[in-house]
């Protein structure tokens, strides 16, 4: 039975730590692909490729995806992109380059994994809102409210917004 064929449902997959591991290091790209192959004939219409800690940079992403795009169609790919060391949107951009155009975020970066040290939380949707828009992409998102959303969430879990958007357009000289 094909995993996304259940109950009717589409189900994308998700692949962490394709740009390193907390505990094995760099993960051989064989693997990646084999893993993508798999949930792609499981059914699941789309598989997102997590640097789920944070480590990977712009060219080491473009280099991944288009290796899993010599077998996989890019439009069968997404990106999950954790900004531990500040790279998240570059890696997005570089891969909106090549036409990946499915990323995954959250407001006010919240989320992180708890299995890697330093690691920070998913980029910021205020961010990567912020980027579109400069694209002239047309996202239908209010920047202004989603700030909001984001300044909220934090304030109620007692955490600063991990946007780097919503720190510029909140803060006072």
Do not use: W
């Not at 997102?48 to 439009?75: H, K, W, Y």
């Not at 969430?153 to 946007?163: C, E, F, G, V, Y």
């Amino acid at each position: 039975v094909e995993l996304a064929k259940l109950n009717n449902r589409r189900v994308r997959g998700y692949i962490s730590c394709v740009m390193g591991c907390p505990y094995e290091g760099k993960i051989p790209e064989k693997n990646i692909m084999h893993v993508t192959h798999k949930l792609l004939e499981l059914g699941c219409y789309e598989v997102s490729l997590g640097d789920t800690i944070g480590v990977g940079t712009p060219l080491q992403a473009r280099q991944l995806f288009q290796l899993i795009a010599n077998e996989c169609p890019m439009e069968k790919l997404a990106g999950h992109f954790h900004d531990t060391y500040g790279q998240a949107l570059a890696n997005i951009f570089s891969l909106f380059e090549l036409g990946v155009q499915t990323f995954d975020s959250s407001v006010a970066g919240l989320g992180g994994c708890p299995y890697a040290k330093g690691a920070t939380g998913n980029v910021a949707t205020e961010d990567l809102v912020y980027l579109l828009d400069g694209m002239g992409i047309e996202t239908g998102i209010n920047l202004d409210q989603l700030i909001a959303a984001g300044n909220f969430i934090s304030n109620a879990l007692q955490t600063k917004s991990r946007s780097k958007v919503a720190s510029a357009k909140t803060s006072t000289c």
